[in-house]
């Protein structure tokens, strides 16, 4: 009798050690499957899309003077601009500088349109930046590669 109970509790010990291992490989087999696909969808499905890109050289960053405008409720709102140009541009520009007056009136056009409370609100400063930057590449056709705020105060 005592042999047949021995025998048991090694058998039980056993086949949890089988079933360890089947369950492992599933798990080693997902994770590299899951890291293979995010691998794709970062780098793209084919190298041809990024190689067909025309490569633009950005050239230096134009600060321009800062500017007080007054958001829709009467409050004001005074902000710090700075474009990143490319070197295009730039050489156009001459010893003259890049015409903020665009980035400029840009900035009265879309941030004026706002309240202080709304511009409170992280997510909807962030909107209006994210719109205002998207009207000065628009009206400055490309030779303007990135906006930045430099100063954002608000009375």
């Avoid at 005592?2 to 087999?29: G, M, Q």
């Avoid at 041809?48 to 009467?74: I, R």
Wanted: proline share 4%; no cysteine; net charge negative.
């Amino acid at each position: 009798m005592s042999t047949a109970t021995a025998a048991a509790p090694a058998a039980a010990a056993a086949e949890p050690a089988k079933k360890k291992k089947p369950l492992l490989l599933v798990i080693v087999v997902v994770l590299a499957l899951a890291g293979g696909g995010g691998w794709y969808f970062l780098k793209g499905s084919s190298g041809e899309d990024k190689a067909a890109e025309p490569v633009v050289e950005s050239g230096p960053v134009v600060d321009l003077e800062s500017m007080t405008l007054n958001l829709s409720d009467g409050r004001y709102l005074k902000i710090g601009l700075s474009l990143e140009v490319t070197e295009e541009a730039n050489a156009a520009a001459g010893s003259e500088g890049v015409n903020g007056a665009k980035a400029r009136d840009a900035a009265i056009t879309i941030l004026g349109q706002h309240t202080y409370d709304q511009m409170l609100v992280p997510k909807q400063r962030a909107a209006a930046v994210k719109a205002l930057t998207t009207e000065i590449e628009k009206r400055y056709d490309g030779d303007v590669l990135d906006v930045y705020v430099t100063e954002f105060v608000m009375q």
